[in-house]
């Protein structure tokens, strides 16, 4: 079965890094387009970023601003979202999440999404 597996969060400090990655199983990794999304307590579950099968195309969030860096190592089956100039802002649970779709634009839509990973937790904090 589809399993998507997140890890690498944690306590981070502010102006501080992190790389989250998510493993997949039981699919065809390399013939999916990938998404990150983020969920703050209290708050909607929001799109991140998102790249192509093969990583040649690549969107992120307004809010993203040139902090975040997604990626995808096909041969592991894993997509990363390397987090940087972190600030307390970027807490949340962070979810990876496979887009059901096979077509040429990325896509910022959860419903276009089918399978999730449990989500890692990412807290920004002094």
């Known amino acids: 079965q589809v399993q998507l597996v997140e890890s690498g969060g944690g306590l981070v400090q502010p102006g501080g890094s992190v790389r989250l990655s998510c493993a997949a199983s039981?699919?065809?990794?390399?013939?999916?387009?990938m998404g990150w999304f983020r969920q703050a307590p209290g708050k909607d579950r929001e799109f991140a970023a998102a790249?192509?099968?093969?990583?040649?195309?690549?969107l992120y969030a307004d809010f993203v601003k040139g902090r975040f860096t997604v990626s995808r190592d096909n041969a592991k089956n894993t997509v990363y979202l390397q987090l940087s100039s972190l600030k307390p802002e970027d807490t949340a649970v962070y979810f990876c999440a496979r887009d059901r779709r096979n077509t040429v634009a990325l896509s910022t839509r959860r419903a276009e999404y089918d399978y999730w990973g449990q989500g890692t937790q990412v807290t920004v904090s002094s």
């Open positions: 790249i192509s099968t093969s990583g040649d195309r690549i």
């Open positions: 039981g699919f065809s990794f390399g013939r999916y387009d």
